[in-house]
Structures are given as C-alpha cells and as structure tokens.
C-alpha cells in the first residue's frame, strides 16, 4: 500500500512526488504517456526560474530524475477509475493492474482542444498536427499553418519557421493573447504570415491535407498548406475521477489554492482544476501544496 499515489506526471506531479518523498512517504507516480507532461511539446522553455533557457524534454528529464532520486516508483499506465472504500484508494488500469494508495494527488493536466472543423479527426497524421515538436520535422521545406493566439501557437510557428518554407499563423482576433515578445520574433521572421480575423472553415485534401478555406474579414480564402498544427488551447480529462469531484463546465477540478477537493484524502494539482494561470510554475506550487496537504491527510488517519 503506498501513502500517496499520484496520477500523472508533468511538472505539478512531479513536483508532489518530491515533496512527499522527502516527508518520509511511500510514493507512486502513474503517467499514461510521457514524464514530464504537456512542456514536454515546448522547445524552449525560459520563464522558468533557475533556466536562463531549457527544452522541454529537457526540463521534464531533470523533474523525473529528481523524483526517482528521491525513491518515487513510476509506472506507464493509463488510469481508467478510482475507488475510496475504508480509508483506501483503489486505481484500476487500462492494462488491468491496479494499485492501492492513502491519499490520490490527481495531476493530469489537459490535452490539446480540437479546432471543430469537418474532418479534423480523420486527417490527424495526414496534415492535420497537434504537436509541432512531434511532429515539425516531417514538415520541412512545406508550407504550413498554425492556428491559434496563445504562447503555444507562437511557439509551434517560431519554431516550424526554422525549418518549413513558408508559415501561416491564424488567429480569430485582431491581436494575440501571447507574450509580445514572441510576437515580435515573429513578425522579424520574413517566411512568417499573420492571417489575422480568420477562421478555418473547412480542410481540403482527400487522404492528405492540401490546404484550408478561411474565412477572412467577411471574405473567403484558401491557402494551399500541406500541414496545420492546431494550438486553439486545452481541455482537462477529469472524467474518471468525476465522482468524486466537482467539475465545472468546461471540466475543470473545482478547488481552492490549497489544492483540497470535495474528497477527503483526494488532492489536485495543476492545469486539471480550476485556477487563473496555468503555468510551468504554478503547476509546480501546486505539487508542493497538494503534496503536503495529502501527507497531512495520511498523517491523520
Ligand atoms: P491559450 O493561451 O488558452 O490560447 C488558446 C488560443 O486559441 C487563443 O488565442 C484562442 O483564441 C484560440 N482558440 C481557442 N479556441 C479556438 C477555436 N475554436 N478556433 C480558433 N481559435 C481558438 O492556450 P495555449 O496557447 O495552449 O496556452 C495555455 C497556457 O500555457 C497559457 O497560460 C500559456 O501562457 C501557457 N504556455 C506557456 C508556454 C511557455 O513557454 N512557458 C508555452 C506554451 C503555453 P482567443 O484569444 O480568441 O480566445
């Protein structure tokens, strides 16, 4: 039985372990894909203190080597259902194991939002990109798109202007919602194009992506694209801990700063609840405070 298991292992995940560890408890970090989570997919991460600048894959090695420094065991799974009975958590698996646990810190974060176009689903992998860090590369020398106005939508075309010939960024507003300073790198970069009050209204290609219709200040256009990395922002995947939580609309864990759920002896932490910046950092601050608020909680019982 561990004292604490941990769904989920980016950076506020992480984090928890670390904190938890080094209270004397006995700790397991499930993650279904990769360790280190969503910063995995930056290329460059620089507003996180101590790092002048760092990848992402880089950041997410150094987190989870400091977790298992420490003792975290880890496991690659993918957690399908919890059950509290008698002071006692149960985690069941896809791949049918199951672990047992005092207290649960929920730390999954959220996935990329789907853009909602006609045959979005059906082209992923044949133009259609979530992941530019994933998958740029297969796109060098083409031209491609990027939709969205956020720091990742910035960062995907920063970094497919290094290496895809022409780029064009979609956004439905006039201006970003990203840092000014990745805007201006941007605009410097002469293989870059801002397609501003734009939506993409539909995919053309049969089997592989050839270009968008957009619709653009009341007009339509096309543009011959052979790629579209879509960065319109997250989702939460809290559904199967949804029993024990409350939820808000959009699917967010509903908690306060101290990470606290509903749930006595379930904790969350990170870009799965509701909170106003989701960051590198406040991703971290949430590890911590969970953690301790879920060793307090096994202290007790
Ligand atoms: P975000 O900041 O929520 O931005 C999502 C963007 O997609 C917005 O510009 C939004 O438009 C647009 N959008 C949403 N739904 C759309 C739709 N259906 N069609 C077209 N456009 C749509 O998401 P994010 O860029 O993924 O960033 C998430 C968080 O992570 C942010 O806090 C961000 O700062 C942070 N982040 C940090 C780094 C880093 O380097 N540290 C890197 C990446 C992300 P509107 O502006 O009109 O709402």
Same mark, same amino acid.
């Given at each position: 039985?561990?004292?604490?298991?941990?769904?989920?292992?980016?950076?506020?995940?992480?984090?928890?372990?670390?904190?938890?560890?080094?209270? !004397?408890?006995?700790?397991? *970090?499930?993650?279904?894909?990769?360790?280190?989570? #969503?910063?995995?997919?930056?290329?460059?991460?620089?507003?996180?203190?101590?790092?002048?600048?760092?990848?992402?894959?880089?950041?997410? +090695?150094?987190?989870?080597?400091?977790?298992?420094?420490?003792?975290?065991?880890?496991?690659?799974?993918?957690?399908?259902?919890?059950?509290?009975?008698?002071?006692?958590? =149960?985690?069941?698996?896809? /791949?049918?194991?199951?672990?047992?646990?005092?207290? &649960? *810190?929920?730390?999954? !974060?959220?996935?990329?939002?789907?853009?909602?176009?006609?045959?979005?689903?059906?082209?992923?992998?044949?133009?259609?990109?979530? $992941?530019?860090?994933?998958?740029?590369?297969?796109?060098?020398?083409? +031209?491609?798109?990027? $939709?969205?106005?956020?720091? =990742?939508?910035?960062?995907?075309? &920063?970094?497919? /202007?290094? =290496?895809?010939?022409?780029?064009?960024?979609?956004?439905?507003?006039?201006?970003?919602?990203?840092?000014? @300073?990745?805007?201006?790198?941007?605009?410097?970069?002469?293989?870059?194009?801002?397609? &501003?009050?734009?939506?993409?209204?539909?995919? &053309?290609?049969?089997?592989?992506?050839?270009?968008? *219709?957009?619709? #653009?200040?009341?007009?339509?256009?096309?543009?011959?694209?052979?790629?579209?990395?879509?960065?319109?922002?997250?989702?939460?995947?809290?559904?199967?801990?949804?029993?024990?939580?409350?939820?808000?609309?959009?699917?967010?864990?509903?908690?306060?700063?101290?990470?606290?759920? @509903?749930?006595?002896?379930?904790?969350?932490?990170? +870009? $799965?609840?509701?909170?106003?910046?989701? #960051?590198?950092?406040?991703?971290?601050?949430?590890?911590?405070? %969970? %953690?301790?608020?879920?060793?307090?909680?096994? +202290?007790?019982?």
């Amino acid at each position: 039985m561990y004292d604490i298991i941990i769904i989920g292992g980016g950076p506020a995940g992480l984090t928890a372990a670390v904190y938890a560890l080094r209270a !004397g408890k006995r700790v397991l *970090v499930i993650e279904k894909n990769a360790f280190g989570g #969503q910063i995995t997919w930056s290329p460059r991460v620089e507003n996180f203190p101590g790092y002048l600048s760092v990848s992402g894959v880089e950041l997410g +090695d150094k987190l989870l080597e400091q977790a298992m420094e420490q003792g975290a065991d880890t496991e690659l799974e993918e957690v399908t259902a919890v059950y509290f009975h008698e002071n006692s958590w =149960s985690v069941k698996c896809e /791949s049918g194991v199951s672990f047992e646990g005092k207290a &649960l *810190v929920l730390a999954t !974060g959220a996935r990329p939002r789907m853009l909602g176009v006609e045959r979005e689903e059906e082209l992923v992998g044949s133009g259609v990109c979530y $992941c530019a860090v994933c998958d740029g590369a297969f796109y060098a020398g083409r +031209d491609v798109a990027v $939709c969205g106005g956020g720091n =990742s939508a910035l960062q995907d075309a &920063l970094l497919l /202007s290094e =290496s895809c010939s022409r780029v064009y960024l979609i956004h439905r507003r006039e201006a970003f919602r990203g840092e000014k @300073k990745l805007v201006e790198a941007l605009a410097a970069r002469e293989n870059v194009e801002f397609v &501003l009050n734009a939506r993409v209204e539909s995919l &053309l290609g049969e089997e592989e992506l050839t270009g968008l *219709v957009l619709e #653009q200040n009341g007009e339509r256009r096309k543009l011959a694209v052979e790629g579209v990395f879509i960065a319109v922002g997250h989702q939460p995947d809290n559904g199967a801990f949804a029993e024990y939580l409350d939820l808000d609309r959009t699917g967010y864990a509903m908690s306060g700063e101290d990470c606290r759920t @509903k749930t006595p002896g379930l904790f969350v932490a990170g +870009d $799965c609840r509701t909170k106003s910046v989701r #960051q590198l950092t406040t991703a971290a601050a949430d590890g911590a405070v %969970a %953690a301790l608020a879920a060793c307090e909680y096994v +202290d007790g019982i």
